[in-house]
């Protein structure tokens, strides 16, 4: 699977769109672009994932650059609930083993 | 939506006792579930691949015999930590793939096992 790079950390206001760079450069035509988030002391959760298009869901948009080298996790309107360590990984399918890098930590602040 | 399952949710015992773990797929099959490992400011690290019917895939450095897992259903896999020391004390946690035959379908993660060993 691809490796993946992101920013060790971010801050974002309450309200204001967070918007979450990763870079793949490595990544393959046949590798989805998956993020997940892991508030502290739990589980990770599952955000959205995407192939090459653009995908939105209830909880954020993604957006893949069209070589496909990068994408961005954006949650539109960031809460305080949104503070979380967030990953992205590349991966062929979703059967295989995530590999976590120590992906992004995102401060919301009022 | 897909929910994995993982018990109990917290775990302190002695050092010496063996600890199992409980990871349950509720409303769909998982002939796979991974078994990660994170320890404090850390990422996870994947352990093991848990295999419905067959022995378990460890990653290198793992030891087989320290952490012995059972796949015996195909919504239950068990991690148990034999003779648990200190060193062992981390936030263990499970994860299942989504609906099988649709390869792009997410992991679903449990909440997760803080086991502290005195």
């Known amino acids: 699977d691809a490796k993946t790079t992101q920013p060790p950390s971010m801050d974002c206001a309450e309200g204001r769109a967070a918007n979450l760079p990763c870079n793949h450069s490595t990544i393959s035509g046949n590798e989805y672009v998956y993020w997940y988030r892991q508030i502290h002391s739990q589980g990770p959760q599952y955000i959205i994932h995407?192939?090459?298009n653009n995908e939105t869901n209830e909880m954020a948009s993604l957006i893949i650059t069209e070589d496909r080298k990068s994408s961005t996790l954006i949650l539109p309107h960031a809460t305080l609930r949104d503070t979380a360590v967030y990953y992205c990984?590349?991966?062929?399918?979703?059967?295989?083993?995530?590999?976590f890098g120590q992906g992004t930590i995102l401060t919301v602040h009022p | 939506g897909a929910v994995v399952s993982q018990h109990p949710s917290r775990v302190i015992c002695k050092s010496g006792t063996s600890v199992k773990i409980e990871c349950r797929s509720l409303d769909f099959q998982a002939t796979t579930m991974f078994w990660y490992r994170q320890f404090p400011k850390q990422s996870l690290m994947l352990m093991a691949t848990?295999?419905?019917?067959?022995?378990?895939?460890?990653e290198q450095g793992v030891e087989k015999d320290k952490f012995l897992i059972n796949h015996a259903s195909l919504t239950l896999s068990t991690l148990t930590v034999t003779s648990a020391h200190p060193e062992d004390s981390s936030f263990y946690i499970c994860?299942?793939?989504?609906?099988?035959?649709?390869?792009?379908?997410?992991?679903?993660f449990g909440d997760g096992t803080r086991l502290s060993i005195l």
């Open positions: 995407g192939l090459k």
């Open positions: 994860s299942a793939p989504g609906t099988a035959g649709l390869g792009s379908q997410p992991q679903h």
């Open positions: 848990s295999n419905e019917g067959s022995k378990a895939t460890y």
């Open positions: 990984i590349a991966l062929r399918t979703s059967y295989g083993k995530l590999t």
